[in-house]
């Protein structure tokens, strides 16, 4: 069963780092395209940041560009995403979808995890 697992979210304050994981199971994951969304209360679903896991490829939204970085480990199977000078405006959950066409891919999702930065 194809299934994805974010892990790594929790309560920092301004200015700290947090590194997500997600790990994926049930593809063939050098294929594909892995990417982090967030969604705030409130506020509709947004696109972090993405990459293609078989060129390394990445992407991001302006407002973390310098201070995200995502990465893949393809022997784990797993995309992480660090986390730098997070700022309040960072709060939401995050979840990470996995795709076969490219950024930004929405075919299989996580379950979330809670990333909140306090001021």
């Known amino acids: 069963e194809a299934q994805l697992v974010e892990s790594g979210g929790g309560l920092v304050q301004a200015g700290g780092s947090l590194r997500l994981s997600c790990a994926a199971s049930?593809?063939?994951?050098?294929?594909?395209?892995v990417g982090w969304y967030r969604q705030a209360p409130g506020k509709a679903r947004e696109g972090v940041s993405c990459?293609?896991?078989?060129?390394?490829?990445?992407y991001y939204v302006d407002s973390v560009k310098g201070r995200f970085t995502i990465s893949s480990d393809n022997a784990k199977n797993t995309v992480y995403l660090q986390m730098n000078s997070l700022k309040p405006e960072d709060t939401a959950v995050y979840y990470c979808?996995?795709?076969?066409?490219?950024?930004?891919?929405?075919?299989?999702w996580g379950q979330g995890t809670q990333v909140t930065v306090s001021a």
């Open positions: 049930g593809f063939t994951f050098d294929a594909y395209a």
């Open positions: 990459i293609v896991v078989s060129d390394g490829t990445t």
């Open positions: 979808a996995i795709g076969a066409y490219g950024c930004f891919p929405t075919d299989s």
